[in-house]
């Protein structure tokens, strides 16, 4: 069987029958530009990332028409925000993110650097949200695909039986179905560091912001490991405990987020046109916190931090 077809057969065998419509395979990682903005290579992947990543999830899709979120994205491209973030199971009131984005794909693929996510850990359900991720992204491979959301030390012996979701993954990179792969979190600190340490993953994304320091040891044992192990790390969930502490500058605490070692970027979610362009500001203007900066946001949040907020 020549080598093309046997390609397309291991595809197909893979994710389904799911290429109607989404055209050629687009060469990826060529048309990545920043425009002037600070980017960080991502660990082993050994691409350059904006050090904000656009997160497509909630706030997002709460963005009340499709033209004014069209807008939002082509924006932040033309602006050099060309990480984007989204999830097969960021459906919220009707609106699905990755149809959003498939959008603007269509006519951009090449200038995004593409990560979704699956939750399910069966095997054949995740095959057929990948089909359906691919129709909505309207595309046929992707840059990152990511494990949604780690539980606990069980997840980890779960993923990685023989026939799981592990060696799905590891078959779809070896497809060029998807260039790396990952595994995202915000629970378990030490599920997170035996995940890293004990599979042959790219990238993490993890739960970070400075009052969780002491509750999960996400920034003190989780991100070391996967540096170690030459993971790209890249932190969520950073502006919290915004919600309650509402005289915190958001900026700072995304400031806090980007001065932490070994981590490439924050994705953020992003839901107008202010958001956006502040975010812009931000890394136009970005230096890192010292240490001492670092720590009074920490003692400044104390009074507000409700543990209930972080999960």
Sequence with gaps: MPEMTRREFGKTAAVGAFA???????????????KGLPTR??????????????????????????????KLLHTALDNGLYYWDTAHDYVFDGVASEERLGRVLRHRRKEVFLATKVGTRDVEEAKRHLEESLRRLRTDSLDLYQLHSLNDMDDVERIGKKGGIYEWLLKLKEQEITRFIGFTGHLSAQAMKAMAERYEFDSMLIALNPYQKGKQPFEEEAIP???????????????????????VSPERLVLYALSLPSVTAAVIGMDSLEVLERNLRLLRDFKPLAPEEMQKIRVGLKPFYQEDDFS
Aim: net charge positive; charged share 25%.
């Design 20 to 34: 109607v419509g989404v055209g050629l395979r687009v060469p990826l990682g060529t048309g990545y530009d920043s």
């Design 225 to 247: 490991a996967a540096a170690r192990r030459g993971l790209g790390v890249s932190v969520m969930k950073v502006i919290r405990p915004l919600e309650k502490a509402k005289e």
């Design 41 to 70: 290579i991502h660990g082993r992947t050994g691409v350059r990332l904006p050090i904000i990543g656009f997160g497509a999830g909630s706030r997002f899709c709460a963005v009340k028409s499709e033209e004014e979120a069209e």
